[in-house]
């Protein structure tokens, strides 16, 4: 039973490459649904999952992050997974948020797309990371729930499904479109696309 002094605090996980409304939809919808006092972005630092994909700089994608949500007040962003060496795991992530004294009385809501967590046992200690954390599978475009059932059960009963308005946004979409030089207006924060443009980013992939 969850003690009803603990904060509630989100976590959203992700290679942000770049951010766009889709995260911050789902990151909004969360923060709404779950009574969170706070979502926590954290920029993965080196994805396993990504392994030889070109993948834009740390601190590029933290930038982009970080611009994407300065103006929402229960909005924030860690450099947990940035500053450490080595590759980023879910799992560490949280075993470290859980160390912390200023989260002693957390309860941590892991919110992440329904196609990252079809592919939940290829994780690092999947087990442990349902037990360190409420785990929010939130829609996506193209996914529907209907498929959790292809996970173990011990998994899928511990998963959370979040629907939301389904955005058809894709960070490997955008950075074709940069590619292709078409616009990406209106399917990221104003700020993230001009810090697109200043630096460059995806012009050459």
């Avoid at 360190?132 to 959790?148: E, N, P, Q």
Wanted: charged share 25%; glycine share 6%; aromatic share 10%.
């Amino acid at each position: 039973m969850t003690n009803s002094c603990q904060r509630r605090i989100g976590i959203m996980g992700g290679t942000f490459d770049p951010i766009h409304y889709g995260h911050l939809r789902a990151a909004d919808e969360a923060h709404a649904a779950f009574g969170l006092s706070e979502v926590i972005f954290v920029p993965t630092g080196q994805p396993p999952h990504k392994a030889g994909e070109r993948v834009s700089s740390v601190e590029d994608r933290y930038m982009m992050t970080v611009l994407a949500t300065v103006d929402c007040p229960y909005f924030s962003v860690s450099r947990i997974e940035i500053d450490k060496t080595g590759k980023s795991y879910t799992i560490d992530t949280l075993r470290q948020l859980k160390s912390m004294p200023e989260y002693r009385d957390t309860e941590f809501y892991f919110i992440t797309g329904l196609d990252a967590v079809l592919d939940i046992v290829s994780w690092k200690n999947p087990e442990e990371i349902m037990s360190l954390c409420k785990f929010v599978a939130v829609s996506r475009y193209g996914y529907t729930h209907s498929r959790m059932q292809e996970l173990p059960e011990d998994l899928r009963s511990a998963i959370i499904p979040l629907e939301i308005p389904l955005l058809a946004i894709s960070s490997t979409g955008l950075r074709e479109r940069v590619r292709m030089n078409r616009s990406i207006r209106f399917l990221v924060p104003p700020s993230v696309e001009h810090f697109i443009r200043k630096k460059s980013l995806y012009s050459s992939i």
